[in-house]
């Protein structure tokens, strides 16, 4: 693999996908493959910050919809990334890699509190940064807290792991005949009101001059390869 575009990245890893071939929870084979992944990725060359989903254990509006408050269905939902995070960071440091778990929420004798001077530290100092507990606030997504965060500690990209191939004219999922977009600007993203990803992650991105490149996490080396500029992915960006 060649030079990386970016030498510091935010990664956005789906929750949902943590769950493997189940419907809810953390697969460990699967979460073992992404470590080695992230590890193949920072050995590129790159600076790896990563935002985890929590969409394998909790998201905010389904908890609601059984009766449970907004606020605090959200609350469970960043608390689920916390969850995820831990289990990444075992997976990676069993790898012999240093990592660091960094929350919005102060828990001390879970993790250390997310500043951008302990991000920066963490970084420089060769280790991959986990950002937990989403942005720390309701009512937003993890996808906005990798935007977010990607501007307060001078990332270059966000790179958005999930589970399709892209950016579809709709949903890939649901109409068999949605087109894929490779390119996207981001108010284009915004107008076509693509589900992908929410529509404040794609403002905060577009306020930011901030890329954002959506690509499948399946085929494993993803990560590098889209580092590399080989990979298969949508870029929204301009
Ligand atoms: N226009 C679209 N183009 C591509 N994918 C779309 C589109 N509209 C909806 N999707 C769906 O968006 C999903 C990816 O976004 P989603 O936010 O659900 O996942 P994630 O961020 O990977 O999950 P998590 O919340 O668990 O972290 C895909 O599963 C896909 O089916
Ligand atoms: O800043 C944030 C980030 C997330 N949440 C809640 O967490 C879940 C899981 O995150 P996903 O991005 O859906 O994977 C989300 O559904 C929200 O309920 C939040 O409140 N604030």
Do not use: W
């Not at 807290?145 to 399709?164: F, H, M, P, Y």
């Not at 950016?167 to 894929?180: E, F, G, I, L």
């Amino acid at each position: 693999m060649g030079e990386p575009i970016y030498r510091r990245v935010v990664i956005k890893l789906s929750g949902e996908y943590f769950a493997g071939d189940q419907s809810f929870g953390i697969d460990q084979p699967t979460i073992d493959r992404i470590a080695g992944d992230l590890i193949a990725a920072q050995k590129l060359g790159v600076e790896i910050a990563v935002v985890v989903g929590g969409g394998n254990i909790f998201r905010g509006v389904e908890v609601s919809s059984r009766g449970v408050s907004r606020p605090t269905g959200d609350t469970m939902g960043m608390l689920a990334t916390v969850m995820n995070c831990l289990a990444l960071e075992a997976a990676i440091e069993r790898r012999a890699v240093a990592a660091r778990t960094l929350s919005a929420f102060v828990m001390p004798q879970v993790c250390e509190l997310f500043t951008r001077g302990a991000a920066h530290r963490y970084l420089a100092e060769g280790k991959i940064v986990l950002l937990a507990g989403g942005t720390g606030n309701p009512f937003f997504t993890t996808d906005t807290t990798a935007v977010l965060r990607a501007g307060e500690i001078g990332a270059q990209a966000v790179l958005k792991a999930t589970n399709v191939d892209g950016v579809y004219s709709a949903d890939p999922k649901k109409d068999p005949s949605a087109q894929r977009f490779e390119r996207l600007s981001h108010s284009q993203a915004l107008e076509g009101g693509y589900k992908v990803m929410d529509a404040t992650a794609f403002a905060l991105a577009r306020e930011t001059s901030l890329p954002i490149i959506v690509f499948s996490i399946a085929e494993a080396g993803s990560i590098g390869a889209i580092l590399s500029g080989t990979g298969r992915g949508t870029v929204v960006a301009g």
